[in-house]
């Protein structure tokens, strides 16, 4: 008798786990949490605020109040946040506490545009962003107005420098140099002030490996100075003017 009191314990035991877990579980769909999670995947947030992306989706989330939090539309979210212009991609999601977790990839720029009329970035994918009063990013400045033909060959060049920690570091500035069949590009230097006659995207991978062989030895002489132009358009050779 005492072994079936006990299984009988047991299993209203059981059945209350099972009943608080049920209701638990109710009360928490029906729970909405409007506090968000941000993470930024590649950084710091540089160029958008926690801040901002939260009071986004709250703002947003406001047609939920009171709703169930399956009712969230998470793709309509995280379409509604791509379409501010710092952020590249965004990922909604929600916790089993019911808490909205966001994953924002800011976008990255790597040419600053500032001519006569207008001032903004190029990011890497050549999608147009504009400043941001958190962040100047450090990137090449053109002060030309980009054309359609030299856009695309602007953004392979600003891409070539950002991803080489030597260009990174050293090269400031690009102007894209007009006449000819093919897109001629100038670049402007950190150190010594120099102009670098870079001219098409040939042969890039060669003309950077001879800069950077040249500025080793004109480091080393500690003549970078004495060189006001430094010519790679040449095969296998550099042409430079003091």
């Known amino acids: 008798m005492k072994k079936y009191i006990n299984l ?11 009943f608080l877990y049920g209701f638990a579980a109710h009360r928490n769909a029906k729970k909405f949490n409007d506090s968000v999670e941000v993470i930024f995947e590649n950084g710091e947030n540089l160029f958008i605020s926690y801040e901002t992306v939260n009071k986004l989706l709250i703002q947003k989330l ?24 710092m952020i590249e991609n965004a990922e909604i999601f929600l916790t089993l506490s019911g808490e909205l977790g966001a994953i924002i990839t800011q976008r990255t720029p790597v040419l600053r545009v500032a001519n006569e009329t207008e001032t903004y970035y190029y990011d890497k994918l050549g999608t147009k962003m504009p ?17 359609v033909d030299g856009e695309n060959d602007m ?3 600003s891409n070539t420098i950002r991803n ?15 006449g000819g ?14 102009k670098i006659i870079f001219g098409d995207l040939s042969r890039t991978e ?15 002489d500690s003549t970078i100075s004495d060189y006001k132009t430094i010519n790679l358009k040449f095969y296998n050779q550099i042409v430079c003017e003091k």
């Open 131 to 147: 400043l941001s009063d958190n962040y100047s990013a450090r990137v090449p400045i053109t002060t030309d107005t980009i054309t």
């Open 164 to 178: 080489d920690e030597f260009l990174r570091k050293q090269i400031i500035g690009i102007d894209q140099i007009n």
């Open 206 to 220: 060669e003309k950077i490996a001879k800069l950077k062989v040249f500025y080793q030895k004109i480091m080393l």
């Open 8 to 18: 009988l314990k047991f299993s209203v035991l059981c059945l209350v786990i099972v």
């Open 62 to 85: 406001e047609a939920y109040h009171n709703q169930s939090k399956e009712n969230i539309n998470l793709n309509n979210l995280e379409g509604f946040l791509k379409r501010n212009e």
């Open 181 to 194: 069949k093919s897109n001629q590009f100038e670049l402007k230097t950190r150190i010594g002030d120099q």
């Open 155 to 157: 953004i392979v060049l």
